[in-house]
């Protein structure tokens, strides 16, 4: 499997994730665990995997899928993202591109990079930026501003000690891009 194959079909299993699994809310924060992803997810990596070292094991030990499809770096981003939600987001908007793409597949690296999720978030941030402001801190926001957000979620409900909690969402709180490198 190519590269641009492999990006291809990481953007089907985002697009169901976020439009058939009723678990994952748009405001909750919930922290990603690679051990609950999709068997989808799962057998992709398994797969490209396999093709890429030539051997006949289908199987990837726990843990490791996310390292077949992305650069170490951004599998570290990735699972610190504050829900699914918004990891789907952050792997549909790396993978549109390439999906998209009708060139050579050869010249796609092997696995996904920290520039793919970087322009990923930008268009995630543009996207809100147009409706919000996104510098104002919460403690500037009236209630309806608040209620707003969270309902967009940029900003999350976050259970602490079965108290609920306001939080940032980190996507739209960080405004220098270059952090995520």
Do not use: C
């Amino acid at each position: 499997m190519d590269a641009l194959k492999m990006r291809s079909k990481l953007h089907d299993i985002a697009v169901q994730a976020l439009l058939f699994d009723i678990n994952i809310l748009v405001n909750n924060y919930v922290r990603v665990q690679e051990s609950s992803l999709s068997a989808d997810i799962k057998r992709l990596a398994a797969r490209y995997g396999v093709d890429n070292r030539g051997d006949a094991n289908q199987s990837l030990p726990a843990g490791t899928a996310l390292g077949q499809l992305f650069e170490p770096d951004v599998v570290e981003y990735l699972l610190s993202l504050p829900s699914y939600y918004w990891f789907w987001q952050v792997v549909l908007g790396a993978t549109v591109p390439a999906a998209d793409k009708q060139g050579n597949a050869a010249v796609l690296p092997r696995r996904i990079g920290m520039d793919e999720v970087v322009k990923a978030v930008d268009v995630l941030r543009r996207q809100y930026s147009g409706k919000y402001d996104l510098s104002l801190p919460l403690t500037a926001l009236a209630p309806a501003q608040v209620g707003s957000r969270v309902a967009q979620g940029l900003l999350l409900v976050h259970r602490v000690d079965g108290a609920m909690v306001i939080v940032p969402n980190p996507i739209f709180a960080s405004p220098d891009l270059s952090l995520l490198h």
